[in-house]
């Protein structure tokens, strides 16, 4: 772990001395790139700790460069438990809901440590002991990752609050690995988090939502507000932020990560596309959607709002930048 001024926007070389060639993971964090004998690989500016990539070394020492970004590294070097396997970190979850039949979708990283591509691999997925799915797995590069989508199927039956995820990769019948994840499963009337394929690239996606809770009577369409999240808040937090409501459902996009991409670029798309699967679903009224975010999220609001002004009936930005150059103390003309 380093930590220097030096590390804001400069490099930082780590050599590596290694008896034999071999695979290893390289799990590091606060770069933008890095650099493994001239080779680039992805890099975790904001330290989400989430990365972990499969490298070749060889045989005595090993240049590692790292194009640093906010003054602090943490880099370190793995013994992969297997060639192929799930990585338990990361996952994208939904939660369930009581009582109801729930067909829906996951995703995980599956992590190749060879030197050959993967192909004829499937991701088996089981609640409970219930019936699994089977979900192809697309071909994972040699010394890749690739964040692998599944269905869930879950017939509602629980006596609990929190259930058993297995996933099983297996290759041509025979199983590679297996993990483990709890999932909850809650009331229709509880804040959760739903989950979609999005139809920007096929990846699968969350959104918090908060549902509305009509008063007794009432058959007024629901509102729907879109909140923004700030910059390394969760969606999922986001929509805990919200007490229910009795006229509007809340809905929290992603911008696709905490920090994401400010609400602009793929994190509009992400949050109309959030916007438009939610009022199809929940037949939302048009004239009552509202844009509201803080932070980030309050400069998410001023770009949504002033690109797309026709989708919304109001906006209310909370502490939102304008822009880049004004934001945290920039120069000023």
């Given at each position: 772990?380093?930590s ?35 080779e680039p ?7 989400n700790e ?19 970004a ?10 992969p ?34 030197t ?21 797995v ?17 017939r ?34 509880q ?19 908060v ?12 509102g ?10 969760e ?38 596309e959030?916007l ?49 150059a ?8």
């Amino acid at each position: 772990s380093f930590s220097h001024p030096a590390l804001r926007g400069g490099y930082f070389e780590v050599p590596y001395v290694s008896d034999s060639d071999r695979i290893l993971l390289l799990r590091a964090s606060g770069h933008t790139m890095a650099y493994v004998n001239g080779e680039p690989r992805a890099g975790d500016v904001y330290r989400n700790e989430t990365v972990s990539l499969p490298i070749q070394v060889r045989r005595g020492t090993n240049d590692l460069l790292f194009a640093t970004a906010r003054g602090g590294l943490r880099v370190k070097l793995a013994v992969p438990s297997r060639p192929i396997a799930i990585d338990p970190r990361d996952p994208t979850l939904p939660d369930l809901i009581l009582g109801q039949h729930n067909e829906t979708f996951g995703a995980v990283l599956v992590v190749n440590a060879t030197t050959e591509p993967l192909s004829d691999f499937v991701l088996s997925a089981s609640i409970a002991g219930e019936s699994s799915t089977d979900t192809p797995v697309p071909s994972v590069p040699k010394l890749g990752t690739h964040k692998t989508g599944f269905r869930i199927l879950h017939r509602g039956r629980s006596n609990t609050n929190r259930l058993d995820l297995e996933l099983r990769l297996r290759h041509r019948g025979k199983v590679v690995d297996t993990a483990h994840f709890p999932i909850s499963i809650k009331p229709a009337d509880q804040t959760r988090r739903e989950t979609f394929v999005s139809e920007i690239d096929g990846s699968v996606q969350y959104y918090g939502f908060v549902p509305a809770r009509p008063m007794p009577g009432s058959t007024e369409r629901p509102g729907l507000v879109l909140s923004t999240h700030g910059a390394s808040v969760e969606a999922a937090g986001q929509a805990a932020c919200y007490a229910p409501k009795t006229w509007t459902h809340v809905a929290a996009p992603t911008n696709r990560r905490p920090y994401g991409f400010d609400w602009e670029d793929w994190g509009r798309r992400d949050a109309i596309e959030v916007l438009d699967l939610v009022q199809s679903k929940y037949s939302t009224d048009p004239a009552r959607t509202y844009l509201t975010g803080h932070s980030m999220g309050g400069h998410g609001t001023w770009q949504l709002g002033v690109t797309f002004p026709d989708r919304f009936a109001a906006l209310a930005p909370s502490a939102g930048w304008i822009s880049f150059a004004s934001y945290g103390g920039g120069r000023r003309p």
